[in-house]
C-alpha cells in the first residue's frame, strides 16, 4: 500500500515537474520574441556634431526608465509608455569624429536594448559652388583615414577623380564639371576607400 501510494506520489510530482518547465519555456519564449520586438528609430541616420535628432521605441517594458547611450556615452534618458514604446530627442556629442557611430536604447528594468547606426560626414569644400558644366572645382576635405584613396564622384554614379589622403587624412583635387550635367542642384561627394567616411557639398549647374 505503502510503495503504491509513493508511487502515485512520484508519478504526480513528475507531472508537475513538467508542468513547471513547459510553463517556464513559455515564458522564455515570449520573452525572447518581446525582447526581440525591440527596436528604435532616428529622424536622421547622418549629420555633423550638435546636429538635433528625434528618436521612436518600440516594444521596451511598460513604463520603464531607458537610458541613451552614443558610443557608449550617456546622453539622456527618457521613460516609455504603457505600452513600452517612447519619442525623445537627443544632441549629437559637439567632440564626435567624423566616422560610423552607434546610438543605443537600453530599457533599466527588461533589459531590452536596440541600437541604430549614426553617420557623421566628413568636411569637404568647393573653391565654387555653382557654375555651367566643364568649370573647373577644387575639393578640399578632411579628416579621413592616412593616405588611403579617396573617390569623388558627381551625382554618386558619375566618377569624377580619385586622390590618396596626406598623414593627416587630408587632400585636395581639381575636378571638372561633366559636359553632361543638367542645370540644377547636384551631389559631389568624396568616400574614403579604406575608411568609408564621406563628404559631399552640393554644386547648383547654371547655363544662363
Known sequence: MRTFFFRK????????????????????????????????????ASGPPGTQVTMKGNDFGASEIVTLTFDGALI???????????FTGFT?????????HTVQATGQSSGNSATAPYIVPVPITLSVNTGPPTTQVTVTGAHFAARETVV?????????????????????????????????????QATGQSSGRTGSQFFVVRTN
Open 76 to 86: 539622456g534618458t527618457t521613460v516609455t509608455t504603457n505600452g513600452g514604446g517612447f
Open 9 to 44: 506520489l512520484t508519478i504526480g510530482l513528475s507531472l508537475l515537474a513538467v508542468f513547471a518547465l513547459c510553463l517556464a519555456l513559455l515564458g522564455l519564449t515570449r520573452l525572447a520574441a518581446y525582447a526581440a520586438g525591440t527596436s528604435i528609430t532616428l529622424s536622421k
Open 152 to 188: 569623388v564622384t558627381f551625382d554618386v554614379t558619375t566618377t569624377l577623380g580619385t586622390t590618396t589622403t596626406t598623414g593627416a587624412g587630408s587632400f585636395t583635387l581639381v575636378i571638372s564639371i561633366p559636359t553632361s550635367a543638367v542645370p540644377g542642384k547636384h551631389a559631389i
Open 92 to 100: 549629437v556629442p559637439k567632440r564626435t569624429q567624423p566616422g560610423n
